[in-house]
């Protein structure tokens, strides 16, 4: 039976009784993205997304979240993501190398939940989690500006020498991130989403923020919402009061 809004009921009361059974088990420490986290949790029983990853989730509640959600037909486990950025420095692809090798040793970590066994091996995340590929692009062009930045500034911080730098690296030394115009707009952008694209659970780019609703972040929160009313009424409330978080 498919419900008004054209969702498979039997898939919207599994979500149901599936929001139930996690409503004591925090996705994001109860912070300010917990309702978001739990938006981006059903999407997946109810058949909007075959993935998601929690990446807010202390790592202390993946054991319960893992014994919960199989009872609901999902898979899950814990997921590291590591990143390959194309970045734009000038220096040896060796060095270039050991730079990324330095940062894969902290990937994005997160609890993986899926409707069926996926072979999750690709670093293209946006992709994955089915975010709208303008909006995926415009993060993945923020991401390696500001690790650029972040390297130029460490092989100038070594004067320019490429050994001491991949040495620095390979002893784990810090690089430290440097503040830039990318990131700030991608923060304005962040609070923007969250407040004219509320059910959303990604950042949206410029161009889907100037479009308004009929923009593909535009459709996609709509029909978050719809899915949010019908499967948890309270959580859709939820997800509109936290919008005045972020304004």
């Not at 999902?74 to 590291?80: A, E, K, S, T, Y």
């Not at 734009?88 to 940062?103: G, N, R």
């Amino acid at each position: 039976m498919i419900t008004k809004s054209g969702f498979d009921k039997r898939k919207v009361d599994n979500a149901r009784r599936l929001y139930t059974a996690m409503r004591e088990i925090n996705l994001a420490g109860g912070r300010a993205l917990e309702a978001y986290e739990r938006v981006a949790l059903l999407t997946v029983p109810v058949g909007l997304r075959p993935f998601c990853l929690l990446t807010y989730i202390e790592e202390t509640e993946y054991s319960i979240a893992s014994a919960v959600l199989p009872k609901f037909g999902l898979h899950c486990g814990p997921i590291d993501v590591k990143f390959h950025y194309d970045l734009t420095v000038d220096a040896p692809q060796d060095l270039i190398d050991a730079y990324d090798a330095y940062e894969n040793r902290s990937p994005l970590r997160g609890l993986g939940v899926a409707a069926g066994r996926i072979d999750f091996g690709s670093s293209d995340l946006g992709s994955a989690l089915c975010y709208p590929r303008c909006c995926a692009e415009m993060d993945e062009r923020t991401k390696a500006h500001d690790r650029s930045v972040a390297l130029r500034s460490f092989i100038e911080s070594k004067a320019c020498d490429f050994a001491a730098v991949k040495a620095a690296l390979a002893s784990g030394e810090t690089v430290p991130s440097c503040p830039t115009d990318m990131r700030d707009a991608w923060g304005r952008r962040f609070d923007q989403t969250r407040d004219l694209f509320p059910f959303a659970i990604h950042t949206a780019c410029d161009g889907c923020l100037n479009s308004g609703s009929r923009s593909p972040t535009g459709l996609l929160s709509r029909r978050y919402a719809e899915m949010t009313k019908l499967v948890a009424p309270d959580l859709h409330n939820a997800v509109v009061r936290s919008r005045e978080v972020f304004r």
